[in-house]
């Protein structure tokens, strides 16, 4: 049987109740989702002194072939984006400027050391977002950043936030498209602290300081990213989510949920419809995390589609800035971005199949069997048949075809580095 035909068959069974699939697919091609660099080349960057990573955050693995510079790593990345069906963003950190062998302190960096990279989405067509890198640096040694009892250090730091909304604007500018810029700070203790209200306060006061500064809104959007605990910070994390919530409710900002940053059995797609009561918006760092933040490739589980779920039945789509995050050098790391984005696509996918408006009628009227039998059955339901479909559709390899792909790249290109 063709894929079309399968895909007619698959087609006629989701309409039955009330599911229009060539609909779904055209509003799919539409949603991008913001791809991060940092899984090509283990969150190392292009920065003349290259620190050790720190923050707390970990990649392990040595498969071969890692990026070492940015050309190999926009030759990663468009390899990747080959074979993902869509058309979508990249997500860079301030350690991927290229500084042209000059050694150039995160305080003083400019849009044009980014140059390189708006060239490259222009011919892509991609959009870019962002992050101030404030991690892996002699600055942030002691796991504190912006709020550092040292003023000069918070001063450093509240500088390369500054430089990096501008970076950002200039992204949206030259891109036309805004660019998401969002701080991540690893700031807090491994034990437990005799002070938790005096560091969140300077933490508030240098965020004060960051938004202070102009930067063109339509161009650059700002975001937060909260956490719970991480390595060296398991007993107390600065920024927590209640600290970044209530700052952004009362600052205009975006929230980001980062999906390994709570309680492990604490789920991300629980939140969303609170928090869009409240707020116009809200971003993701859609990550796997196993048992702790490990950051594992996305897989298509339980959560990741409960998440698109909460996205796509609340009619959500423009509100929630999809982005990922992990990072896994076990594996082919072209393969991973490859994994990853691809299955937070087809978690969409799953969502919009979904007879969404009956399921919720369901609930209305009380009738919760109906309800979970329903859920269930749509599990087994041709959801491949549609996917496979889209694929070909949109020029990109179906089924594990892709793999093929990978595999020559890595021969020809990634094993010769
Ligand atoms: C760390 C945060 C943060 C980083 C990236 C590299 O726990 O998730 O988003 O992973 O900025
Ligand atoms: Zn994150």
């Not at 190999?72 to 350690?95: Q, Y």
């Not at 040292?150 to 936030?161: G, K, M, P, Q, S």
């Not at 897989?299 to 982005?323: K, P, S």
């Not at 694929?391 to 594990?400: L, W």
């Amino acid at each position: 049987m063709s894929l079309k035909e399968s895909y007619e068959i698959a087609k006629t069974a989701y309409e039955k109740w009330g599911v229009n699939v060539d609909d779904a697919l055209e509003i799919l091609k539409k949603v991008p989702i913001s791809i991060h660099c940092w899984q090509g080349d283990d969150i190392s960057g292009f920065e003349i002194d290259q620190h050790e990573l720190s923050g707390g955050i970990d990649v392990t693995g040595n498969y071969p072939g890692k990026a070492t510079t940015p050309e190999e790593l926009r030759s990663d990345l468009e390899k990747a984006l080959s074979l993902i069906p869509g058309k979508h963003r990249v997500n860079l950190h301030a350690i991927y400027a290229e500084t042209n062998g000059e050694k150039v302190e995160r305080d003083k960096l400019e849009p044009k050391h980014f140059e390189n990279w708006v060239k490259w989405a222009k011919e892509n067509k991609l959009g870019l977002d962002f992050n101030p890198t404030l991690f892996s640096h002699e600055k942030a040694a002691d796991g504190l950043t912006l709020s550092h009892p040292d003023e000069e250090i918070r001063e450093f730091w509240i500088n390369h936030c500054i430089a990096s909304r501008k970076i950002g604007e200039y992204f949206g500018r030259e891109l036309g498209t805004p660019c998401l810029t969002n701080i991540w700070i690893p700031d807090g203790y491994k034990d437990v602290p005799s002070d938790r209200l005096t560091p969140r306060k300077r933490l508030k006061e240098s965020l004060d300081q960051i938004f202070a500064a102009d930067v063109n809104e339509s161009h650059n959007i700002d975001a937060i990213e909260s956490k719970l605990f991480g390595i060296g910070s398991e007993s107390y994390v600065v920024g927590s989510h209640e600290f970044y919530l209530g700052y952004a409710l009362r600052n205009n900002k975006l929230c980001l949920l980062d999906t390994g940053h709570f309680h492990p059995t604490e789920t991300v797609s629980n939140k969303i419809s609170a928090m869009l009561l409240y707020s116009d918006k809200l971003a993701l760092h859609v990550s796997r995390p196993v048992r702790w933040d490990s950051d594992h490739v996305v897989t298509l589980d339980d959560e990741l589609r409960e998440l698109a779920l909460e996205i796509v039945r609340n009619d959500a789509l423009d509100q929630v800035m999809i982005g990922l995050d992990f990072f896994d050098a076990s594996i082919n790391r072209v393969a991973a971005w490859t994994i990853g984005t691809r299955n937070m696509i087809k978690a969409l996918l799953y969502a919009m199949l979904t007879p969404n408006d009956y399921l919720k009628q369901l609930q209305e009227d009380g009738n919760f069997t109906e309800r979970l039998a329903l859920i269930e059955e749509f599990k087994t339901y041709p959801f491949g048949a549609v996917w496979d479909y889209y694929c070909d559709k949109m020029g990109v390899p179906v089924k594990e075809t892709w793999l093929d792909a990978i595999k020559s790249y890595e021969e020809d290109v990634m094993l010769n580095r």
